[in-house]
């Protein structure tokens, strides 16, 4: 699946079991790209190349987000 801030930047989501086949057909295709994050089990993990930046438990982004927007 993928979305996009604007006509040159997109964001992608990867089945964890496609990752490799996925950084293989962007680099063969030249197309510069950083992988940003994952999620599994109950956390959503977002990273800048090697470091961690923030890991948060599903359930909180999902009350944050049902504060907000209501639930679904």
Sequence with gaps: MAFSETNARYVV???S???DKAV???INLGVPFSIIGSTGGDNAVVR???HELMAL???TLKMAYNS???AL
Excluded: A, Y
């Design 17 to 19: 079991g496609q990752l």
């Design 48 to 50: 800048w190349g090697h």
């Design 13 to 15: 989501e990867i089945k």
């Design 57 to 59: 438990k599903l359930d």
């Design 24 to 26: 293989n057909t962007l």
């Design 68 to 70: 907000l927007w209501g």
